[in-house]
């Protein structure tokens, strides 16, 4: 499979606790967005990488929120001191920067569930 | 400031008959504009996209999407519906902001396919 994954798929932990996810784009991809859906809404933005630099966050990304990608590769998004309100599912998309309007392709999400 | 508006949160239809999925956007450029799917346990799938070539869009499955700029519309069609359509679909918006390509996405139409 050529796509783009995430690891875990699920995710439950204790309010309080730190939580890291992982995004693997499509391998030739050179930027790779996150985004949070909650339920019964789209997808909203949080961050953008541009190969390993971090170009764009969104104000939903609190200072509890840090992404990284350090080789240009893949990415983590960690939360620290989760929240019942961090509840969602964690969307990473991958596209390849051709100078017209890119393409995102999804991964199919890691959820998590704060108790 | 981009946005998009979806018109219908659920619509559905029976089987072979046409599907109307109805999104309105607004946008301070020219926006580029798609249709995502999303499936139960699936990530999002890319349904078509318009970037300022022909405002008739003819994407996977069957599904096309008339884009109509006097309107601020792109709503989604397809002459005869099948019970693997029944899903989740987005509208959604890409413009440039900054440096980045965010995607804003509307909230969602559930599309029920009926014997």
């Known amino acids: 499979d050529t796509g783009v994954s995430q690891d875990p798929r699920h995710k439950i932990t204790k309010r309080g606790q730190n939580v890291t996810f992982r995004c693997d784009p499509i391998?030739?991809?050179?930027?790779l967005y996150w985004y949070r859906q909650t339920l019964g809404q789209g997808p909203e933005f949080l961050t953008y990488?541009?190969?390993?630099?971090?170009?764009?966050k969104s104000r939903l990304l609190s200072d509890r929120f840090s992404a990284e990608r350090p080789k240009g590769s893949f990415s983590t998004l960690e939360i620290q001191r989760t929240e019942q309100g961090d509840s969602a599912m964690y969307l990473c998309?991958?596209?390849?920067?051709?100078?017209?309007?890119?393409?995102?392709?999804f991964g199919p999400g890691t959820r998590l569930t704060v108790l | 400031a981009q946005s998009v508006t979806q018109l219908d949160s659920h619509v559905s239809v029976s089987e072979g008959t046409p599907v109307l999925l109805r999104c309105n956007y607004s946008?301070?450029?020219?926006?580029?504009l798609f249709w995502y799917v999303q499936h139960p346990n699936k990530g999002l799938q890319l349904l078509l996209k318009?970037?300022?070539?022909?405002?008739l869009v003819k994407g996977i499955n069957g599904f096309e999407a008339e884009f109509k700029k006097s309107e601020t519309s792109f709503h989604l069609t397809k002459p005869s519906a099948h019970m693997s359509d029944a899903a989740e679909y987005f509208c959604?918006?890409?413009?440039?902001?900054?440096?980045?390509?965010?995607?804003?996405f509307g909230s969602g139409t559930q599309l029920t396919v009926l014997p």
């Open positions: 959604v918006v890409s413009e440039m902001e900054g440096s980045a390509r965010q995607l804003t």
């Open positions: 391998s030739e991809h050179n930027r």
């Open positions: 318009y970037t300022s070539a022909a405002t």
């Open positions: 990488f541009q190969n390993e630099a971090q170009l764009e």
């Open positions: 998309a991958s596209s390849l920067a051709t100078g017209g309007t890119d393409t995102q392709y």
């Open positions: 946008s301070s450029y020219s926006p580029s």
